[in-house]
């Protein structure tokens, strides 16, 4: 079974700043997606961020960035120049590339709640 | 236009009752899905159809039973609500080319059920 850990249950971070987020994850895959969702008090799911194992570039989507570590098993998100709408819940995740009973299974982590202060 | 709709929205009910959550998409999808957030907001995935036919059972009791009437729906019932499932639950849907799932889904609202 795949398995998503998050270290961090709590971060805080000043706005502006930048602030890392960890995840590591255990798998014998070699083909699988890594994703990064956002939960802010609305309670919305909302994808921040996505990475495809067999691409060796690390993933960006404006002020949020991986850095993805196949060998290691590591996907960490970096925000930054932080923003207070960037409190929230984050989850990362893990998605085999598979058909049947594996079809877009997504195991999550157990979350970082991260908070912005001004 | 919302892309995943939920409804209702939240849901407080008595024990033992019988409760359905309906969930709909307007994004063409062909695969959605049920998960459970824990209040530890812990997301764990409950079920999930293709084309109408059940993929991803977990193991739940199987006093939870999802319904498909077609592609563009996926209704969750539950028979004699238990206090342990108080929780919120999404909805979530995707499209699977060839088989294989797409990699980004999209999540409803989640409905927040409390069983008194």
């Known amino acids: 079974a795949q398995t998503v850990t998050q270290s961090q249950p709590e971060m805080s971070v000043q706005e502006a700043e930048t602030v890392t987020l960890s995840c590591t994850y255990d798998t014998s895959e070699n083909n699988y997606y890594l994703f990064w969702y956002k939960q802010p008090p609305s309670r919305q799911m909302i994808l921040v961020i996505r990475q495809e194992a067999y691409k060796q570039q690390n993933a960006t989507e404006n002020r949020f960035s991986v850095n993805f570590q196949k060998a290691a098993k590591s996907f960490s998100l970096k925000i930054s120049d932080s923003q207070l709408g960037d409190t929230a819940m984050y989850f990362c995740?893990?998605?085999?590339?598979?058909?049947?009973?594996?079809?877009?299974?997504?195991?999550f982590g157990r979350g970082t709640q991260l908070t912005v202060w001004p | 236009d919302t892309a995943v709709s939920q409804t209702p929205k939240y849901l407080v009910t008595q024990m033992g009752n019988d409760k359905s959550i309906k969930c709909e998409q307007n994004?063409?999808?062909?695969?959605m899905y049920w998960y459970k957030q824990d209040s530890k907001k812990f997301l764990k995935i409950m079920f999930s159809?293709?084309?109408?036919?059940?993929?991803i059972n977990e193991t739940v009791p199987n006093r939870f039973s999802p319904k498909s009437p077609d592609k563009a729906h996926l209704n969750l019932h539950i028979n004699s609500l238990e206090l342990g499932d108080s929780a919120v639950y999404f909805c979530?849907?995707?499209?699977?080319?060839?088989?294989?799932?797409?990699?980004?889904?999209?999540f409803g609202p989640g409905t927040r059920l409390t069983v008194l």
């Open positions: 994004l063409g999808h062909d695969t």
């Open positions: 995740a893990f998605m085999r590339i598979g058909r049947g009973s594996t079809l877009g299974r997504l195991y």
């Open positions: 159809y293709n084309n109408k036919e059940l993929i």
């Open positions: 979530a849907s995707s499209q699977a080319t060839s088989g294989r799932a797409s990699d980004e889904q999209f």
